[in-house]
């Protein structure tokens, strides 16, 4: 009954993310053809192009590369009169006159130059998607969509599916009705809860990898951020509303500086994301969870600080600084975000997140090098190129950037030997994992991704192989191909199986769910647990399970038959606990046993010689081993050691 109801709450959970992946993505897509035929004049960006200084609405675009900047307008001098025959007077104004322009022809500007002139120029919009930011735009937007249908057809089980799909589709929304949220109330509304998306994200990490803290607490958190939200849309709506009624610029500018704390609680709670993320994978001793959160780390790098620098930033400061910034190109950066976030959920493969952050902090200081060495030397290497050689342009421009860029070759050569080096002292290879070219390779995934591929492409040729033979009536055959289809099956059993749910169990009651299963195959042997319970162990429970099953397994076969002991000992210690499963078979000789962990090897008949192979990389992707030794007078004793939370613990402490 419990897996029943299990399965109707997937299934909820998967037709409701199927719902919200549905409707918002088609309403995202419905405004993304919208903005393929909206022009850009170059006059409404996030806010209107303007700034109001003594009365006077002057032109103040926030790219810099704008359509109306390139017509001839002059950022922060000119003053607007009139927009394609419409007076402006104010913010509002702008706003209509904007919306009263179709298509692409050329609209008419009068302008009031600082000089007290006037003059009328012509504007022709450009085409959106010609655009080099909104290419990125896009790139974005499809990265958000693919991440949240992945999730809900892969993760709908998960507690932390919906907030991170909707965070997804909310950003997807935000991201294509920008261009329209002057447009009215609704669309205002639409546009301004997109700004939930970040917390979301912190949301997400209270469930993920696991449980973070008791419910009430969860909850009240959740309650909190919501409902902070949902005073934000309120509140910008309703002064939204208002200022498009009276054209009023104070209830304007109250609505830019409520805009400018909604990013800056942006900044914040990316900051807690990357709080809740580090600290996870700081405490964390499961192999799959650290390998997850690096990832998550790895996007959240290489995303958020050129965003925050490129768009937010300049937001957040206003004025002459909102010209520099080139929110587009952000969004580039931006996509790996949710993209890795993917990878992170979705593959088992792991990131060698101290390699990374190596590499990553020595291209961030290039990039500061960079900066600083063309603000600081370029112009006068170049003068000085000029003037010492009588040398015209562009040939001392080209000599001194020449000059620059070997300083930064030679500084970039330096500095991969000193990080590499740090990398180098510093760097531990995880349990399961094992070093290929500097990177990481989980040999648990791979094992079992391999082999499980073998049994998907065999599978339909056995069985059509069978059936045919069936038709045939060729018994000798058709044997051959049951055991072929016995094989196929054993495999799958074996290594089919995913990494589970991680958790922490204690020696003792991963023996007895072993027994549990054992038993009902071989009734008749007398399994002998004795042993101390030992320490909980922070570990894949359902894996090592599966492992210790198998061994039981193999001790029970390898026992004579008749009257017939098995004997299971736990040893617990400080460092960590031993399980002991010793048989009274005729034991193996020392140079088959250095085979049996080999794939494929096996001193039995009718076996697939896996067992081992894939008990030996479980064990260690848990932070164990397994060893098989003569008992002492007959057979054979396997001895599973499990390392305790605390050894780990202390063993990375060390170790860093």
């Known amino acids: 009954m419990k897996a029943w109801a299990g399965s109707i709450r997937t299934h909820r959970r998967f037709l409701l993310l199927a719902a919200l992946c549905i409707v918002l993505s088609l309403l995202a897509a419905l405004f993304c053809i919208r903005s393929l035929l909206l022009p850009d004049v170059g006059l409404l960006g996030s806010y209107?192009?303007?700034?109001?200084?003594?009365?006077?609405?002057?032109?103040?675009?926030?790219?810099?590369?704008?359509?109306?900047?390139?017509?001839?307008?002059?950022?922060?001098?000119?003053?607007?009169?009139?927009?394609?025959?419409?007076?402006?007077?104010?913010?509002?104004?702008?706003?209509?006159?904007?919306?009263?322009?179709?298509?692409?022809?050329?609209?008419?500007?009068?302008?009031?130059?600082?000089?007290?002139?006037?003059?009328?120029?012509?504007?022709?919009?450009?085409?959106?998607?010609?655009?080099?930011?909104?290419?990125?735009?896009?790139?974005?937007?499809?990265s958000l969509a693919l991440t949240a249908w992945?999730?809900?057809?892969?993760?709908?089980?998960?507690?932390?599916?919906?907030?991170?799909?909707?965070?997804?589709?909310?950003?997807?929304?935000?991201?294509?009705?920008?261009?329209?949220?002057?447009?009215?109330?609704?669309?205002?509304?639409?546009?301004?809860?997109?700004?939930?998306?970040?917390?979301?994200?912190?949301?997400?990490?209270?469930?993920?990898?696991?449980?973070?803290?008791?419910?009430?607490?969860?909850?009240?958190?959740?309650?909190v951020i919501v409902g902070a939200y949902v005073a934000f849309c309120f509140l910008r709506v309703g002064i939204f509303y208002r200022w498009m009624?009276?054209?009023?610029?104070?209830?304007?500018?109250?609505?830019?500086?409520?805009?400018?704390?909604?990013?800056?609680?942006?900044?914040i709670a990316y900051a807690v994301l990357a709080i809740l993320l580090g600290t996870q994978y700081a405490r964390s001793s499961a192999v799959r969870h650290r390998a997850m959160l690096a990832w998550m780390i790895a996007g959240m790098l290489i995303a958020l600080p050129p965003y925050f620098f490129l768009d937010q930033l300049p937001e957040i400061i206003g004025g002459a600084a909102r010209g520099?910034?080139?929110?587009?190109?952000?969004?580039?950066?931006?996509?790996?975000?949710?993209?890795?976030?993917?990878?992170?959920?979705?593959?088992h493969a792991v990131l060698d997140l101290r390699a990374f952050l190596a590499?990553?902090?020595?291209?961030?200081?290039?990039?500061?090098?960079?900066?600083?060495?063309?603000?600081?030397?370029?112009?006068?290497?170049?003068?000085?190129?000029?003037?010492?050689?009588?040398?015209?342009?562009?040939?001392?421009?080209?000599?001194?950037?020449?000059?620059?860029?070997?300083?930064?070759?030679?500084?970039?050569?330096?500095?991969?030997?000193?990080?590499?080096?740090?990398?180098?002292?510093?760097?531990?290879?995880?349990?399961?994992?094992?070093?290929?070219?500097?990177?990481?390779?989980?040999?648990?995934?791979?094992?079992?991704?391999?082999?499980?591929?073998?049994?998907?492409e065999l599978r339909d040729p056995v069985r059509a192989l069978r059936e045919s033979q069936v038709?045939?009536?060729?018994?000798?055959?058709?044997?051959?191909?049951?055991?072929?289809?016995?094989?196929?099956?054993d495999l799958q059993k074996r290594v089919g199986s995913s990494s589970g749910i991680s958790g922490a169990a204690t020696p003792r009651e991963i023996v007895l769910i072993a027994l549990d299963r054992v038993r009902l195959q071989f009734p008749k042997i007398d399994f002998d647990l004795r042993g101390d319970d030992g320490q909980r162990i922070s570990c894949f429970p359902g894996e090592l399970v599966q492992v210790v099953a198998e061994v039981l397994s193999n001790a029970a076969e390898a026992t004579p038959s008749g009257p017939a002991c098995v004997n299971v000992r736990i040893d617990a210690s400080r460092d960590g606990s031993t399980i002991e499963i010793s048989d009274e078979g005729p034991g193996v000789e020392a140079r088959a046993r250095r085979r049996l962990?080999?794939?494929?090897?096996?001193?039995?008949?009718?076996?697939?010689?896996?067992?081992?192979?894939?008990?030996?990389?479980?064990?260690?992707?848990?932070?164990?081993?397994?060893?098989?030794?003569?008992?002492?007078?007959?057979g054979t004793t396997a001895r599973l050691v499990l390392a305790s939370r605390h050894r780990e613990k202390s063993r990375e402490s060390e170790e860093s």
């Open 471 to 489: 038709v045939i009536g060729n018994r000798r055959e058709l044997e051959a191909v049951d055991r072929v289809a016995g094989f196929l099956h």
């Open 48 to 142: 209107p192009e303007t700034v109001v200084q003594n009365g006077r609405l002057l032109f103040s675009p926030s790219k810099p590369f704008s359509t109306a900047a390139t017509a001839g307008l002059i950022p922060d001098k000119d003053m607007l009169i009139a927009v394609n025959g419409l007076e402006v007077h104010t913010s509002r104004d702008l706003v209509k006159a904007v919306a009263s322009i179709h298509g692409f022809a050329p609209f008419s500007v009068e302008v009031e130059h600082p000089n007290g002139t006037r003059e009328l120029l012509w504007i022709t919009p450009s085409f959106r998607p010609a655009r080099l930011d909104w290419i990125c735009l896009l790139l974005f937007g499809l």
């Open 597 to 634: 962990y080999q794939p494929f090897v096996t001193t039995k008949a009718g076996h697939a010689g896996l067992g081992l192979y894939l008990a030996k990389i479980v064990m260690e992707s848990n932070g164990g081993a397994i060893e098989l030794s003569p008992h002492e007078g007959r």
């Open 359 to 456: 590499r990553y902090a020595m291209w961030g200081t290039l990039i500061v090098l960079a900066t600083g060495l063309f603000t600081v030397t370029y112009l006068p290497f170049a003068s000085l190129v000029r003037d010492s050689y009588r040398l015209a342009t562009p040939i001392p421009e080209l000599f001194s950037a020449g000059a620059i860029m070997a300083l930064l070759a030679v500084a970039r050569w330096q500095l991969e030997r000193l990080y590499r080096s740090l990398v180098q002292r510093r760097t531990v290879i995880e349990p399961g994992t094992t070093m290929t070219m500097g990177y990481k390779v989980n040999r648990l995934g791979e094992s079992r991704a391999l082999l499980s591929g073998v049994v998907r």
């Open 324 to 347: 520099v910034g080139l929110g587009g190109l952000s969004q580039l950066f931006l996509s790996a975000l949710p993209v890795l976030f993917l990878v992170a959920l979705t593959h």
């Open 245 to 267: 009624a009276s054209g009023d610029e104070g209830l304007f500018t109250l609505y830019k500086r409520i805009g400018q704390a909604g990013n800056v609680s942006d900044g």
């Open 150 to 223: 992945v999730v809900s057809w892969r993760l709908p089980q998960e507690d932390y599916a919906l907030p991170i799909v909707l965070s997804g589709l909310l950003s997807l929304v935000f991201t294509f009705i920008m261009p329209f949220a002057y447009e009215n109330a609704f669309m205002n509304a639409c546009y301004n809860v997109g700004n939930i998306a970040s917390w979301l994200l912190v949301i997400f990490a209270l469930y993920f990898p696991v449980k973070r803290g008791p419910p009430a607490a969860r909850t009240a958190a959740i309650i």
